[in-house]
């Protein structure tokens, strides 16, 4: 059994997959891709994550957690408080058995959203209490960082977390290595692909200690486009060309530090069978799969 993709952060159960879902999870099957770990910003969401992962067991790996901002999109959208951990936290509990992680949870410090100190302590108030709630629960954290990268490191290493996905990591090489060192992993969306400023990022991070994802239906190689777990392979195809390895190297590698980090999503036991010594079986055509050359030709000039 050859691995395939892992989504390591997406939003499967977003609103804006509820008309196709079926369609979305289909071509996702078509690109290869086994595994979405799938993330919930807010309480209400919990529900239909479970619900998809009673209806795709095999795909979906359910991680529940509070993000930083709540209240929706546009300008009600504001900074989390601790209230907003009342009606999660006992389902966190009670679902335990079914998660593979805590998230997404972490820090914005986005101006506009967090404008005043007491926005930023809040946060840090919500992110803290799930910080210790997956250490409690014995469970990896998958974890948001905009315009905080630096202090959502030194906090988790000060909580004394040890497994975490930073994902759509967007902070300086040297805060990253940082990351690096306390064994923490980070995951690089399709828009990535949109220009080349993460390529000093990409080429600092080991890549033992990077994962891909989608951040479905958000980030994708369209700004203004809905995003799929089958673009997947657009964040493949770019770290790959960005380290200077082959495709292939990056897709089994990181779904192999997916499973090492979220080992409940492993469900058929694939990263104990598989080491750089089979990197070579999976099938990669050299000019990569036609599924994807229609959206890889608008950004040649980059590869």
Request: negative net charge.
């Amino acid at each position: 059994m050859e691995l395939g993709f892992v989504d390591s952060h997406c939003h499967i159960s977003a609103r804006e997959f509820e008309q196709d879902l079926e369609d979305v999870m289909q071509r996702s099957k078509q690109a290869g891709v086994e595994t979405l770990i799938a993330v919930t910003e807010e309480v209400g969401e919990f529900s239909r994550l479970l619900q998809l992962q009673q209806r795709y067991p095999d795909v979906v790996a359910p991680c529940f957690g509070v993000h930083p901002l709540q209240g929706g999109e546009g300008p009600e959208r504001r900074s989390a408080r601790p209230q907003d951990l009342d009606a999660a936290l006992p389902l966190l509990y009670e679902h335990r058995e079914r998660l593979v992680a805590v998230g997404e949870i972490g820090l914005d410090f986005t101006p506009w959203r967090a404008p005043t100190q007491q926005d930023r302590d809040d946060q840090m108030t919500v992110f803290v209490k799930q910080l210790h709630v997956a250490k409690e629960l014995e469970l990896p954290v998958n974890v948001h960082s905009r315009s905080a990268a630096r202090v959502t490191i030194e906090t988790m290493r000060q909580q004394g977390i040890s497994r975490a996905l930073l994902h759509n990591f967007a902070g300086k090489p040297s805060v990253a290595l940082d990351g690096v060192k306390a064994g923490f992993l980070f995951s690089f969306p399709p828009a990535v692909c949109r220009n080349q400023q993460r390529d000093k990022l990409i080429r600092a991070i080991p890549l033992e200690h990077i994962c891909l994802e989608t951040d479905s239906p958000a980030l994708g190689l369209d700004k203004h486009g809905r995003n799929e777990p089958c673009n997947i392979v657009l964040s493949c195809r770019y770290i790959a060309h960005v380290k200077g390895l082959s495709a292939q190297t990056v897709q089994i590698v990181t779904a192999q530090n997916a499973y090492r980090l979220f080992p409940g999503a492993d469900t058929q036991q694939r990263t104990h069978t598989h080491k750089y010594t089979v990197l070579n079986s999976t099938v990669w055509p050299e000019d990569g799969e036609e599924f994807y050359d229609e959206e890889l030709r608008k950004r040649r000039s980059m590869f």
